[in-house]
């Protein structure tokens, strides 16, 4: 079992930045990938970061370099910059336990646990 509790979020700017953080615990094998995904209002999850637990990490193509994803044992966080109006949506961070080497991917059903999701919304 992997317990995932995620922080931050809330409103930013346009232009602006704001970091998410999330936390993985639990009695398994820590060498599992994480990774954030979002979900906007009537649109479908999507993929926006990932890293194993050695340090690859992957993104989602939307952020062009806006975001970046970093890892410290069970804990990853999200740096979010040049918000745009079209990030708003809710942030879940995710594990993937079947995923204990280097590689990771961008597909949600490999990921097996999920947190609760935090709200950001970009807003002038």
């Known amino acids: 079992q992997v317990h995932l509790m995620e922080s931050g979020g809330g409103l930013g700017q346009p232009g602006g930045s704001l970091k998410l953080s999330c936390t993985g615990s639990g009695d398994t094998d820590e060498r599992y990938a994480m990774a954030w995904f979002r979900q906007a209002p009537g649109k479908e999850r999507e993929f926006v970061a990932a890293?194993?637990?050695?340090?690859y990490t992957i993104y989602g193509n939307f952020q062009r370099g806006r975001f970046t994803a970093s890892r410290d044992n069970t804990k990853i966080d999200l740096q979010m910059n040049n918000l745009k109006p079209e990030d708003t949506a809710v942030y879940y961070c995710?594990?993937?336990?079947?995923?204990?080497?280097?590689?990771?991917?961008?597909?949600?059903?490999?990921?097996?646990?999920w947190g609760q999701g935090t709200q950001v919304t970009v807003s002038s």
């Open positions: 890293v194993s637990w050695t340090g």
């Open positions: 995710a594990a993937s336990t079947a995923r204990t080497g280097w590689y990771v991917n961008e597909k949600a059903y490999e990921y097996d646990y």
